[in-house]
């Protein structure tokens, strides 16, 4: 035996030359794999001559095996023959007995000090045979190590004990248990990783998609395999399309952590911005591509781990003893979910008919049924679509019914999960070839922590959790969504509104404005419905801009309030921003921040309710004015002699297509002095009235709604200087009156117009629907609440009702305004749940309400409501 300084400094020696041999070879090649495969069998080579040197002295050619009663093992990475340059080299001292155990205490502390003094990380662990039969919940990981384990050294006799007969009877024993526990760890290692692998700067080891979950896609099929066997398999257990998938990513992952150890030195495993540049100039991983961007040289990555991922996940959803036993529970319920086109089992959707997908309409209708239950697709259902994709991609669907199903799923409480998964299948990319350019995206900020595309999915998912938030603040948000007339506009704007980052150099808002532009052609979205969009891409900086500068202050409430136009836009924009906020890094949407957009949407709203009389003059020069002009067929003195004196409110509430239909309602008046329009929106129904003002109008025509059983739940009423009245109603037909008789609708309008011209009595017509409600309970209670505000508008009164939503209230509410004197110069009618809120600014022979009468209109409104 040499003598010990010597027989180190050899060791020492060999292990620095070979490790710089090994890493300029990597430098040249790139090839992870063949560094990982030299450094395992370098640190072998160490390990083992120690032995002979420490524990085993004698002979060199056959004392490996010797002595009997301790064995060397290598388990987890190093058992795999998986040693990057930095990593940890795990080692078992497997024992016999405990006599063993006490035999060689100081010979394995010498032999491991030896290693550390060599500057090797060593992670040791020392069992008795007996020891490595039993599992402990406590420590999961040290029972799955052994599924890597390698004989090194020592009693092989000892090894072949633990190998072929401990470890396989630990696993048919407590299979479910190590099923459990590591679905545990691994599902707690996600959640501190945000449950997505798109990070901007991800960890590769232990990030979703990397290295880790690629050993346990591996140790979920091979304890699932020995529990069926009760042996040791003879090839894995996984499809061979699902390895050759993995395979790819494992040669492109260990390529990578390699080039990270040797970059750094040290066992860091971060793709850092300076990481990925270098990476993607060397194409580590990549080296028959062409030259590469950091930004594509990260979607290789991203797609790699976007297997990874999927084929884990999978294995989570199908084996039923990873499962909690409340998930279990909920999987179960989940089962009776089947339908004619889909079955579900063990929360796992399949199709009924493998052919059924060359239909796109089931292809469509699966992602909604996914993101309306919160289910996920069985592996069989991804391979099916796989196989569909080539066709789809041919003639892919477009049009309003792509539009339809699209705006539908993205309505569902998972549409989010659903949109992932249509995006990690490239579906989404196939439906909206716009999406392209953000898939897995970078954009480097120092701000946003995930892709542009995990960012936007992001957003969407934070408006579908605050229904189940507990936080105040998520409530507040959540009421507002609840309040939303049109909230797939919202949806879509949040799927759009970062395309244009795809888009080099440039603003991003201008290039997002023309992306959504092009995807909204594909999807043939209506011209109002395309308007709010773009408006949402468009402004969704705005609210953050707005909260640089002092939001308390009148003029910069104003400023923003002028640019929101209604409160509808302020409504989206609001949560817009606030999901948009919350999806950039878990801390950004701080209590104070949501604070001040609070604050300031409430200045806002309040602003735009309470200079709604301000009146618009036709000459004045304005962008929806200048708008206007160029649609107008007509002369400038008839278009300046409509429009002047409407409230701005008018022009914010409609489109420009809408003000220039309402003009030529108005020019037919001569021939028919009450012109009314109905349409079928997609809530409810839309009425519009134009007809000259006259005493009682509001109430008249609200009392008319109310005898045919319709339900108003929203409305606005303007009138002009030369006393032409724009009414819009929308309603719900409780009775489904119109939906089921398309002859009633012309009745309908014919009533209307009747009522209004004085033809018909109106408290002649049918009250049965009425009555027919006189029971209902109502399941909240609003108390009444009356509010004058003489303040807010330098010309008129505004009164605001509070009170418990019920058939004809609005009219009766207008009619006891009527009775008393009052004209309403505009009427701003909204419904929250069972809570109506009624604006109205009045008037009394063309001034405001005197104190007096204001005490007057109260008592009768109090009166008139009372006991309801």
């Known amino acids: 035996m040499m003598a010990a300084s010597t027989f180190?400094?050899?060791?020492?020696?060999?292990?620095?030359?070979?490790?710089?041999?090994?890493?300029?070879?990597?430098?040249?090649?790139?090839?992870?794999?063949?560094?990982?495969?030299?450094?395992?069998r370098l640190v072998e080579g160490i390990l083992q001559r120690l032995w002979r040197e420490i524990i085993a002295p004698g002979d060199p050619k056959s004392s490996l095996e010797r002595p009997a009663g301790i064995a060397l093992v290598a388990t987890g990475g190093f058992g795999r023959g998986w040693l990057f340059p930095f990593s940890d080299i795990d080692l078992l001292f497997l024992f016999a007995d405990r006599e063993a155990e006490q035999a060689f205490k100081d010979s394995v502390r010498r032999f491991s000090q030896e290693l550390w003094d060599l500057k090797l990380k060593l992670s040791p662990a020392s069992r008795l045979l007996a020891e490595c039969d039993r599992y402990d919940a406590n420590n999961t990981e040290f029972t799955i190590s052994l599924l890597d384990c390698r004989y090194l050294g020592g009693d092989r006799e000892l090894f072949g004990r633990l190998h072929d007969k401990a470890i396989p009877k630990l696993v048919m024993r407590e299979s479910k248990a190590l099923l459990q526990g590591l679905a545990e760890v691994t599902r707690e290692r996600h959640a501190k990783h945000g449950l997505t692998l798109y990070h901007l700067e991800p960890n590769l080891k232990e990030a979703p998609g990397g290295l880790r979950d690629y050993n346990v896609a591996c140790w979920l099929a091979l304890i699932s395999a020995m529990d069926k066997l009760h042996d040791w398999p003879h090839a894995s257990s996984l499809r061979a399309p699902v390895r050759k998938q993995l395979e790819a990513a494992l040669d492109f992952l260990m390529s990578a952590r390699c080039f990270l150890h040797f970059r750094y030195g040290r066992d860091d495993n971060t793709l850092t911005w300076e990481a990925q540049d270098e990476a993607a100039a060397r194409k580590i991983g990549?080296?028959?591509?062409?030259?590469?961007?950091?930004?594509?040289?990260?979607?290789?990555?991203?797609?790699?781990?976007?297997?990874?991922?999927?084929?884990?996940?999978?294995?989570?959803?199908?084996?039923?003893?990873?499962?909690?036993a409340l998930y279990r529970q909920v999987q179960s319920w989940r089962s009776r979910l089947t339908t004619s086109d889909f079955s579900v089992v063990d929360g796992l959707i399949f199709l009924q008919q493998p052919s059924s997908l060359h239909d796109p309409e089931v292809l469509l209708r699966l992602f909604h049924f996914m993101a309306h239950h919160g289910l996920k697709l069985s592996a069989t259902t991804e391979y099916r679509i796989e196989q569909a994709l080539p066709a789809l991609a041919t003639t892919p669907p477009r049009g309003a019914e792509l539009w339809l199903y699209l705006q539908e799923t993205l309505l569902q409480p998972h549409a989010a999960d659903a949109v992932r998964a249509m995006q990690s299948l490239r579906v989404l990319t196939v439906l909206l070839p716009e999406l392209k350019m953000i898939d897995s995206l970078v954009v480097r900020d120092f701000y946003h922590r995930f892709t542009v595309d995990e960012h936007s999915f992001l957003a969407i998912e934070s408006l579908h959790r605050l229904k189940q938030s507990q936080s105040e603040w998520d409530k507040r948000y959540g009421e507002l969504l609840g309040e939303l007339e049109d909230p797939e506009l919202l949806y879509l704007a949040l799927l759009l509104h970062d395309t244009g980052k795809g888009v080099p150099g440039g603003n991003h808002v201008e290039s997002s404005l023309e992306i959504a532009n092009r995807a909204m052609d594909r999807l043939d979205v209506d011209p109002r419905e395309?308007?709010?969009?773009?408006?949402?891409?468009?402004?969704?900086?705005?609210?953050?801009?707005?909260?640089?500068?002092?939001?308390?202050?009148?003029?910069?409430?104003?400023?923003?309030?002028?640019?929101?136009?209604?409160?509808?836009?302020?409504?989206?924009?609001?949560?817009?921003?606030y999901a948009d906020i919350k999806a950039v890094n878990p801390e950004a949407l701080t209590p104070w921040k949501a604070e001040n957009v609070w604050q300031l949407y409430i200045a806002a709203e309040n602003y735009l309710n309470r200079s709604a009389d301000q009146r618009v003059h036709g000459d004045v020069d304005d962008e929806k004015l200048a708008r206007l002009r160029s649609l107008a067929p007509?002369?400038?003195?008839?278009?300046?002699?409509?429009?002047?004196?409407?409230?701005?409110?008018?022009?914010?509430?409609?489109?420009?297509?809408?003000?220039?239909?309402?003009?030529?309602?108005?020019?037919?008046?001569s021939l028919d002095p009450v012109q009314v329009e109905l349409k079928r929106g997609r809530h409810w129904y839309d009425l519009t009235l134009v007809t000259k003002d006259r005493p009682a109008l509001f109430a008249t025509l609200t009392g008319t709604l109310a005898a045919w059983g319709m339900n108003i739940v929203k409305a606005n009423a303007f009138s002009?200087?030369?006393?032409?009245?724009?009414?819009?109603?929308?309603?719900?037909?409780?009775?489904?009156?119109?939906?089921?008789?398309?002859?009633?609708?012309?009745?309908?309008?014919?009533?209307?117009?009747?009522?209004?011209?004085?033809e018909a009595d109106l408290d002649k017509m049918p009250r049965d629907r009425q009555r027919s409600e006189k029971g209902t309970i109502a399941k909240v209670?609003?108390?009444?609440?009356?509010?004058?505000?003489?303040?807010?508008?330098?010309?008129?009164?505004?009164?605001q009702v509070i009170a418990q939503d019920r058939p004809r209230l609005l009219h009766r509410i207008a009619s006891c305004l009527s009775d008393e004197k009052c004209n309403i110069e505009i009427a701003l009618i909204d419904t929250e749940g069972q809570m109506a809120i009624d604006t109205f600014y009045l008037t009394s022979r063309a001034k405001k309400l005197t104190p007096e009468h204001c005490r007057q209109v109260e008592r009768a409104l109090v009166e008139e409501l009372r006991g309801e």
């Open 8 to 40: 180190i400094s050899e060791l020492r020696a060999s292990l620095s030359d070979e490790s710089a041999r090994i890493q300029q070879e990597f430098d040249s090649s790139g090839d992870g794999r063949a560094a990982v495969a030299q450094r395992t």
């Open 781 to 799: 209670k609003v108390e009444t609440q009356i509010e004058f505000d003489d303040a807010s508008s330098a010309t008129t009164t505004l009164v």
């Open 634 to 669: 007509v002369s400038g003195s008839k278009f300046r002699g409509f429009l002047e004196g409407f409230p701005q409110r008018y022009l914010r509430v409609h489109t420009a297509e809408e003000v220039m239909r309402h003009m030529q309602m108005a020019e037919g008046l």
């Open 720 to 758: 002009n200087e030369a006393g032409t009245v724009v009414d819009t109603i929308h309603f719900t037909d409780r009775f489904r009156t119109l939906e089921l008789n398309l002859s009633e609708w012309a009745r309908f309008k014919n009533s209307v117009v009747s009522v209004l011209l004085g």
């Open 530 to 577: 395309r308007a709010e969009v773009l408006f949402l891409i468009a402004n969704h900086l705005e609210l953050s801009a707005a909260l640089r500068r002092d939001i308390f202050d009148h003029t910069t409430v104003a400023a923003f309030a002028e640019k929101m136009g209604t409160p509808e836009r302020l409504k989206m924009l609001c949560l817009l921003t």
């Open 286 to 324: 990549a080296a028959d591509a062409a030259d590469v961007s950091a930004a594509d040289w990260m979607r290789l990555y991203f797609g790699h781990a976007r297997a990874v991922q999927r084929t884990v996940t999978q294995l989570l959803e199908e084996i039923p003893e990873a499962w909690s």
